[in-house]
């Protein structure tokens, strides 16, 4: 392998588990949740799971960008692709409703504000008063 070619990894790597390092599951300020496994997140985001503690969870997600690109890639383990595919046969076969998705973070942080027991993905650093910090366990 080259110098260049392992170089390049390198920076590639360093740049992922930065963004990794940076993302943060949020909930609504008042939410009955303050932390959730990867089952957990993986289940809810797939419309697996829709309640907990007999309370039902509003995920949403960005159309696009790292922080849905990683949550597919690391807790989902499913391809943009797979996972379009996955939602179709989900609401097509009357096992759960679309997924929520919004454009922008301040659209995403305006729904988890507005909507109790949802829970939402961000690279940025959201204020804690306008949102609940979950913890991946």
Same mark, same amino acid.
């Given at each position: 392998?080259?110098?260049?070619?392992?170089?390049?990894?390198?920076?590639?790597?360093?740049?992922?588990?930065?963004?990794?390092?940076?993302?943060?599951?949020?909930?609504?300020?008042? #939410?009955?949740?303050?932390?959730? !496994?990867?089952? @957990? /997140?993986?289940?809810?985001?797939?419309?697996?799971? $829709?309640? =907990? %503690?007999?309370?039902?969870?509003?995920?949403?997600?960005?159309?696009?960008?790292?922080?849905?690109?990683?949550?597919?890639?690391?807790?989902?383990?499913?391809?943009?692709?797979?996972?379009?595919?996955?939602?179709?046969?989900?609401?097509?076969?009357?096992?759960?409703? #679309?997924?929520?998705?919004?454009? !922008?973070?301040? @659209? /995403?942080?305006?729904?988890?504000?507005?909507?109790? $027991?949802? =829970? %939402?993905?961000?690279?940025?650093?959201?204020?804690?008063?306008?949102?609940?910090?979950?913890?991946?366990?």
């Amino acid at each position: 392998m080259s110098i260049k070619l392992l170089f390049s990894l390198f920076i590639s790597l360093i740049y992922v588990q930065h963004i990794f390092a940076d993302l943060q599951f949020i909930a609504h300020k008042d #939410s009955i949740f303050s932390s959730l !496994t990867k089952k @957990e /997140l993986r289940r809810i985001y797939t419309g697996r799971l $829709n309640k =907990i %503690g007999g309370h039902k969870v509003y995920p949403i997600i960005l159309k696009n960008g790292p922080a849905k690109d990683l949550l597919l890639q690391n807790i989902i383990s499913m391809s943009n692709e797979q996972f379009k595919r996955h939602w179709m046969k989900m609401i097509f076969t009357g096992k759960a409703k #679309s997924l929520n998705t919004v454009n !922008t973070e301040a @659209e /995403l942080l305006e729904f988890i504000k507005n909507t109790p $027991n949802s =829970i %939402g993905i961000v690279i940025s650093k959201i204020a804690t008063n306008k949102a609940k910090l979950i913890t991946i366990k």
